[in-house]
């Protein structure tokens, strides 16, 4: 799996619902992602999103996230759940504004096996299908 970037730093800011605001906001570098473009790969929060434990809202922000960053939906399927335990579930507190600096590059590094058992796991399917389809 090739995961080139044009840069590996990002800017992520969360803002949380307020009474004017009726939902959680995450932006990528000034960025607003919508929860309904990763709901409709895995929809593991109608309420969309939310951060600072380990439960569905944070894991719907880390796959947007990825889907963002990477611009690839299998790679940010990849990689989202390991996304939300390094990252999401420890932005604190829980429910409140927050702004970070993440280095993608160094979280790509740390997680280079996940990435590696996927390309191999997509090499036996690919194998798998060539014999049962091989007709010789």
């Known amino acids: 799996m090739n995961y080139p970037l044009d840069r590996t730093d990002f800017t992520i800011q969360g803002k949380a ?5 009726d939902r959680n906001r995450i932006l990528v570098d000034g960025t607003e992602l919508l929860p309904e473009a990763s709901q409709k790969i895995r929809n593991h929060s109608p309420d969309g999103f939310n951060w600072g434990y380990g439960g569905s809202g944070p894991a719907q922000t880390a796959l947007a996230i990825c889907l963002h960053i990477f611009d690839d939906t299998r790679l940010a399927q990849v990689l989202y759940q390991a996304f939300k335990r390094d990252f999401v579930a420890a932005w604190q507190p829980a429910g ?13 590094a740390d997680h280079h096996d996940i990435i ?10 690919k194998e798998l299908a060539g014999e049962f389809y091989d007709t010789e």
């Open 17 to 21: 619902l307020t009474e004017i605001d």
């Open 96 to 108: 409140e504004d927050f702004m970070i600096e993440i280095d993608i590059a160094a979280f790509l």
């Open 116 to 125: 590696e058992r996927e390309e191999e796991s997509q090499v036996l399917l």
